[in-house]
């Protein structure tokens, strides 16, 4: 019987359990009916049909379970543009919508997520912070195709940040349909932005930024 434990805990089919996508799913559907402070690791085991000792073999905390749904974010803002070339201002919308877009469906505990890693007492969560935000506005240049260099680069790097994190304020408490808000304040804030870095012209010309 302990041996059977052990291999449905420990072998290739506790593994394929353990994928990064299926214990995401699973945290989220149960972080849907218990919040995500008191999401317990143990319920989250069971469900998946792994021992406890099994799970905290690839997952520290139920932290490093929120990194993966923000991966995931990141990951579909950094899907293959539509066919057709926009311009900087929409090609920087676009990413960012992508990015609220795919956490839309589980919005109240993606906020919740974010509340726990900026928790006091949780400083191993909250301090690496600013380096995320860095590394997502760095993949949203990429994914805007924003070129620019230097000071110009460091400047619009500072605004996108900026425009990220008043949206992320606005998102989490809006319960408008389809973040109705959310979106209309994003894209006057790229309005702003693209007056003050002249995204649309480059010697009279539509460039790439």
Do not use: N
């Amino acid at each position: 019987m302990a041996r059977r434990a052990v291999s449905a805990g420990r072998g290739p089919a506790a593994r394929d359990r353990l994928a990064p996508g299926r214990v995401a799913d699973a945290a989220l559907a149960l972080a849907e009916t218990t919040g995500w402070y008191e999401l317990r690791m143990r319920d989250l085991a069971r469900r998946l049909g792994v021992g406890l000792d099994a799970l905290a073999a690839r997952y520290r905390d139920p932290d490093a379970i929120a990194d993966i749904v923000f991966a995931r974010a990141r990951d579909a803002m950094l899907a293959a543009p539509p066919p057709g070339e926009a311009g900087p201002r929409a090609r920087a919308e676009r990413a960012m919508l992508r990015w609220f877009d795919a956490l839309a469906p589980h919005r109240r505990i993606a906020v919740e997520m974010l509340q726990a890693k900026l928790h006091p007492s949780h400083p191993h969560h909250w301090a690496p912070l600013p380096f995320h935000l860095s590394r997502l506005i760095w993949w949203l240049r990429e994914a805007a195709a924003l070129d620019a260099a230097g000071a110009r680069r460091q400047a619009e790097e500072i605004a996108l940040s900026g425009v990220f994190l008043a949206v992320l304020a606005a998102w989490g408490c809006d319960a408008s349909e389809g973040q109705r808000l959310s979106r209309a304040l994003l894209a006057r804030l790229l309005d702003r932005a693209e007056r003050a870095f002249g995204w649309w012209r480059a010697d009279g010309e539509s460039i790439r930024a």
